[in-house]
């Protein structure tokens, strides 16, 4: 059985890479509610701390029922007010809100804003489920529009026909029966840039004009805008070179300050984005930016997935959207005069850097069409290599990949470089790093911005099956990244590490063997001839029968029957050739892997196999430097001898011994002197 840590879906991989350049992202929608209606909503909420998702799973929960209490308190933080609370939080307006009461403080400011008055005055009910005509009377009293309400009639029809004259209810299909979080939301976000009314006669007859002013820009202080990013840290779209700090962007020839995080990864998007001035450092802030799809749209194409590029002015891209099960492939149009983004930095477009001559990028190709022509306007190549974490200097800032990669430095001292180093979206410190980090890393052309992510993900089993393009590990299919050469057999077992694409980076299978080593001393087949039964000697030293299961595998080759195997493992007299071997049996218990050990007494190397790596004649063990002959053994070096087992100790002299890849085996063990049966 696989043990998957944190495996990520194709999805959020996906998101991962487009927002590699990220250095920290100060607040995250609700995964809940990405790819539907209240995606956006619920970002700008949370951007302006209205409403965000729950404390314990972060989920937005757009569909369910909202209380009360909970939509005093969205009621109150819409207007700004969110730090009267605390002070209100003791004071006694209604019966039923008891002292400790969490929205105790939140309704009291709405009681005093005359935003509720609930039932007769005393009872507010802070547990039950608002109904819409109720929220419709909190948003709209929020606004100003109580006297127009009251014209058109009162609770309830005044307050629904006014909230649906001014915009409340936009987006909200049904204004009947309790409110759901979603319609909170809907109501919330539209109400902060409708335009307010305000008293402006205070005669006997009182008069309200609806006037210029909204919630967002007059109460809040913030700015709706909407335009293109065109600078970072790390470049600018023109080409030239940005002199810009990296919590900084440039948005229609501003620059502002980033507080998100997220518009860092956003060159070249046209983006709807909320800013305020920061009156203490004169900063302009961004508090959240978002893709603008009314203007754009955007397109990304797994790296392995582009067939060709053809074209010189308007370049064809032809791509696999699946190349797993689609028939044929797409193809999209690319600008004559398309700006290309490589690992971050601008650089001149060149197709092979989409596509090289000989095989694919790793990585992800994201396209953006920004009037919505058809024709691509901006792409953005994000190529990445693997490195993994072997160790780490904490001096030079050395990291040393395990596979003997230079060393990538990422010196924080070092001004020819700009880097970051994030885990899941979130910056992460050079001294967290540790053995088996899989580390993706895009460099520029100059090698002079890199952008590293660190994945932690790993799946721990077996592998189940081989194909073309696919690793099954107990079932679960991965792909192995372009940093792993070494061959991934039938049968392996180990922890397998993912990087940041869900490919396997790395393998870590040095306990690949371990008790699983038996000395196979008989086989035979069973009475009706379509099974057999194999003896075993186990390295705890226990005899087995075990059963052989209907198809087993065989150094690698499966599908095999028990007979066949038999016929490789007897001898020409019908009778077995006794050797040392590793199993694995299946939940029944049945023999189901069988691996004997590969010749490999010419002096090669292969730690992939279980391998007979000499023959010994004739070797001494020397307790005082633990060795048999020329070769390192320990406590827990196994020993076989006439059908025994076990470890070897201090004071043994052994003959005629195979060694074997990790473990030993011996014909016959004599204590300095004095020869010794094992029975």
Not at 360 to 387: F, M, P, Q, R
Not at 483 to 495: C, E, W
């Amino acid at each position: 059985m696989s043990k998957v840590k944190k495996a990520v879906s194709f999805a959020v991989v996906m998101m991962m890479l487009i927002s590699m350049f990220v250095p920290v992202s100060a607040f995250k929608v609700a995964e809940d509610v990405k790819g539907t209606e209240f995606e956006s909503t619920a970002a700008i909420l949370g951007a302006l701390s209205i409403m965000v998702g729950d404390a314990q799973t972060g989920n937005f929960r757009p569909e369910d029922e909202i209380l009360r209490s909970e939509v005093a308190t969205v009621a109150v933080r819409t207007l700004g007010l969110d730090n009267l609370a605390a002070s209100f939080a003791n004071k006694k307006v209604f019966n039923d809100v008891v002292e400790g009461h969490w929205g105790n403080g939140y309704i009291n400011v709405a009681a005093s804003q005359k935003l509720v008055v609930g039932d007769d005055g005393i009872h507010f009910r802070p547990d039950d489920p608002i109904t819409v005509e109720e929220a419709a009377v909190i948003f709209t009293k929020l606004l100003g529009y109580e006297n127009k309400a009251q014209t058109n009639g009162g609770f309830p029809t005044g307050y629904m026909i006014t909230a649906n004259s001014i915009g409340l209810f936009d987006g909200i299909k049904n204004t009947e029966g309790n409110a759901s979080r979603g319609m909170i939301a809907h109501m919330a976000e539209n109400a902060l840039e409708i335009k307010m009314m305000e008293q402006t006669g205070f005669g006997s007859i009182p008069t309200f004009e609806v006037v210029d002013k909204t919630i967002l820009n007059d109460v809040l202080n913030v700015t709706k805008e909407y335009g293109q990013i065109t600078a970072n840290m790390f470049t600018r779209l023109n080409g030239a070179s940005s002199s810009l700090k990296n919590d900084q962007v440039e948005i229609n020839e501003t620059i502002y300050t980033d507080l998100t995080g997220t518009a860092t990864s956003l060159l070249g998007y046209d983006v709807m984005y909320l800013h305020r001035n920061n009156k203490s450092t004169g900063n302009k802030e961004i508090l959240l930016a978002l893709p603008d799809k009314s203007s754009m749209s955007e397109l990304t194409i797994e790296g392995e997935n582009v067939v060709a590029i053809t074209g010189d002015t308007i370049r064809k891209v032809e791509y696999w959207e699946n190349k797993d099960t689609d028939k044929k492939t797409q193809n999209v149009s690319i600008s004559e005069k398309a700006v290309m983004i490589y690992n971050g930095v601008t650089t001149a477009f060149d197709s092979t850097l989409m596509k090289p001559a000989t095989g694919t990028i790793s990585g992800i190709i994201h396209l953006i069409d920004s009037d919505k022509d058809d024709i691509y306007d901006v792409v953005n190549v994000a190529s990445y290599e693997n490195y993994v974490v072997e160790e780490i200097s904490t001096v030079s800032y050395k990291i040393f990949d395990k596979y003997e990669k230079n060393p990538l430095t990422l010196d924080p001292e070092d001004k020819t470089i700009k880097f970051t180093l994030t885990k899941d979206g979130a910056n992460y410190k050079f001294e967290d790093l540790k053995e088996w980090d899989v580390l993706s890393v895009a460099k520029s052309l100059d090698g002079r911005a890199l952008h590293v992510m660190v994945s932690q993900h790993s799946v721990e089993g077996t592998v189940t099956e081989l194909s073309k393009n696919y690793v099954y590990i107990d079932g679960e299919k991965f792909k192995v990244a372009d940093n792993y050469t070494k061959t991934i057999q039938l049968d392996d077992q180990g922890v397998f590490y993912l990087d940041h694409y869900n490919r396997i980076a790395a393998v870590d299978n040095k306990t690949r063997f371990a008790d699983q080593y038996a000395y196979l001393y008989d086989a035979y087949a069973t009475t009706s001839g379509r099974s057999a039964t194999f003896s075993l000697l186990t390295a705890s030293g226990e005899k087995v029968e075990l059963t052989a299961a209907e198809k087993m595998t065989l150094n690698n080759q499966s599908g095999m029957k028990p007979s066949e195997i038999l016929t490789q493992i007897l001898d020409g007299e019908g009778k077995v050739k006794a050797q040392m071997v590793t199993y694995e049996t299946n939940e029944a218990g049945q023999l189901r892997v069988l691996s004997t050990a590969q010749d490999l007494t010419d002096g090669s190397i292969n730690d992939k196999v279980f391998g007979q790596n000499a023959v010994l004649t004739e070797a001494e063990y020397r307790a005082n430097v633990n060795k048999l002959g020329k070769y390192n053994v320990s406590e827990s070096t196994i020993a076989c001898c006439n059908q025994s087992a076990f470890i070897i100790t201090n004071g043994h002299i052994i003959h005629s011994v195979v060694k074997y890849q990790r473990r030993f085996i011996g014909s016959s063990f004599q204590r300095k002197g004095k020869r010794i049966s094992k029975s």
